[in-house]
């Protein structure tokens, strides 16, 4: 069963159009991730949720909003989408403590600006 | 510098060669370290993890941390062309929120 899921798996807009990309989670994890990833590029974190306390990389670009309005799910809006911004989103999970650290991801969301 | 150093290939190998990944770091509180594979167009997926240092094998697969040389390797053995796919390193200072990633190795296995 899905554990990290991602809603749309594919995304086209339009430049300038307003986008909004969910993933939800099943296993009650208490960390919530949204990266970045183009071609050839390792993931670039853009924010994260540690419970409701929101925390903002310094070199997201204004564009990226998150909202996160319970446990189990969290959005990523690009309010302004531009051709740079196409690219790979995804979102993970993290439970804090229990010495288990790892982050578990979601299929991606890719994102296709025209 | 970056913090985590990988070599981005492209790694090409025949079927059933061993395999070596590699991965430096410079930050010595890291202490949380983890393997990733990535098939194209899809998410990351956790394939090891390790904390400090040591081995840790499952089935053909093998996560060796050296922390005295910052030094982390994946091996594969009996290697797949379902292998392929691009393998990111990943580390985690403990009480950290943000994995640091190395840039990602894109493997090829030829049948």
């Known amino acids: 069963d899905a554990m990290v899921i991602q809603n749309p798996r594919y995304q086209v807009t339009q430049f300038g159009k307003p986008v909004t990309l969910s993933c939800s989670q099943t296993?009650?994890?208490?960390?919530m991730y949204w990266y970045q990833q183009k071609s050839s590029q390792a993931p670039k974190l853009l924010f994260h949720y540690y419970d409701k306390d929101f925390n903002n990389e310094a070199d997201t670009p204004d564009n990226f909003q998150s909202r996160r309005p319970n446990t189990s799910f969290c959005f990523l809006d690009i309010r302004s989408p531009g051709l740079g911004d196409a690219a790979m989103y995804l979102c993970a999970t993290r439970a804090r403590g229990g010495g288990q650290e790892t982050q578990y991801f979601g299929p991606g969301t890719r994102l296709l600006v025209l | 510098q970056k913090e985590v150093e990988q070599d981005p290939g492209p790694l090409s190998v025949p079927e059933g060669a061993i395999v070596s990944l590699n991965c430096t770091y410079s930050?010595?509180?890291?202490?949380?370290f983890m393997w990733y594979r990535q098939y194209s167009r899809k998410g990351p997926e956790l394939l090891m993890y390790t904390y400090s240092s040591g081995n840790k094998e499952d089935g053909r697969f093998t996560a060796q941390v050296d922390k005295s040389s910052k030094y982390i390797s994946l091996f594969i053995r009996d290697s797949q062309p379902s292998d392929s796919a691009t393998y990111l390193c990943a580390t985690l200072i403990q009480g950290a929120q943000k994995l640091v990633f190395g840039q990602g190795t894109r493997l090829t296995i030829n049948p």
């Open positions: 296993l009650n994890h208490n960390v």
């Open positions: 930050n010595s509180a890291f202490q949380y």
